[in-house]
């Protein structure tokens, strides 16, 4: 029995915000996807004339399908080739959520996306809740049914495991672009000095293949180590080639607010590497190329005209 159209209005109304939230909880936006269709499904067959406040009820059954799946995600990742990296957005893309506050903005960055992978279940939720959506702790115990003196408790511990190491600063898209193009100047220069100059001391880099596609599964660290890895992966190769399908373009945009370069070989996205901006330089380099975690992107990129690429047939 297919569901009133009024009921279906309602659920629409709420898909993007869910959608937004369950990214957040998730790390991917392909398992964000399954989260909402869910919720759809218990939607439908629920008494939802019963229902005062469909934007709660919608949240609560969201928030704990996805800490289902952060619960059994955790046992899958302990099995993961290599490095687990999220699922990367690019610029304009409606799972982002809302960009109105620095603290919204902050919440879907790639950097805060890694530090959340920290986070037990309940504390990713109480953050992503409080921090991204200004819920309040009445409304986010009345989600994870717990009591608002608890909701606190786990705020305030999981604000203390994401402090460390946070380092992003607020980027405008000209500022982004600009990055990205110094970036990818040093970075195909054939030397490790401009890289130097442009990364801060402890920097990092990692990648995540997830099995599929070649990345070291230890992060390089350390400025020197860096930019040595960086100075190699853009040098040309005929094995690169091969790995890539193809000799890349490369272009400059913006993944999850971030400079990002997106690397298109025939029109496919084959990779976007995601750069985390400290005051004092880049303070991490991570890549997806995991082909799995590249299908959104890719869709998304192949609908629009993205101008010409910074650099051209960088193997």
Request: glycine share 8%; with cysteine; proline share 5%.
């Amino acid at each position: 029995m297919s569901a009133p159209t009024s009921d279906v209005n309602r659920f629409l109304a709420a898909k993007p915000r869910l959608e937004a939230i369950a990214y957040r909880l998730l790390g991917s936006a392909s398992e964000a996807e399954d989260a909402v269709q869910e919720t759809y499904l218990r939607w439908q067959g629920a008494d939802t004339g019963r229902i005062e406040v469909p934007e709660a009820w919608l949240t609560k059954v969201l928030t704990n399908i996805c800490l289902n799946q952060l619960t059994s995600a955790r046992a899958r990742r302990e099995t993961y080739v290599g490095q687990w990296l999220p699922e990367p957005l690019v610029a304009g893309d409606p799972m982002l959520g809302p960009a109105d506050t620095a603290e919204q903005r902050e919440s879907v960055s790639y950097a805060m996306l890694v530090l959340l992978e920290r986070l037990s279940p309940d504390e990713r939720a109480v953050y992503v809740l409080r921090e991204a959506f200004g819920y309040a702790h009445k409304e986010i115990a009345g989600i994870l049914d717990v009591s608002e003196a608890a909701s606190q408790q786990i705020l305030h511990r999981a604000r203390k495991h994401v402090a460390r190491g946070r380092a992003r600063r607020e980027i405008d898209e000209a500022e982004a672009r600009r990055i990205v193009e110094e970036f990818l100047a040093a970075a195909t220069s054939g030397r490790t000095e401009p890289l130097v100059a442009l990364l801060t001391r402890d920097a990092v880099a990692v990648g995540d293949g997830g099995g599929k596609v070649p990345a070291r599964a230890k992060a390089f660290e350390g400025v020197k180590a860096v930019a040595t890895f960086l100075r190699g992966l853009f040098t040309p190769g005929a094995g690169k080639r091969a790995v890539a399908g193809g000799s890349p373009e490369l272009y400059a945009t913006t993944a999850n607010g971030d400079p990002a370069v997106v690397a298109v070989v025939d029109g496919r996205v084959i990779g976007v590497m995601c750069l985390e901006v400290a005051e004092d330089g880049i303070a991490a380099v991570r890549s997806q190329v995991n082909p799995d975690k590249l299908e959104r992107v890719a869709e998304r990129w192949a609908a629009a005209d993205h101008g010409e690429p910074l650099v051209r047939a960088v193997y």
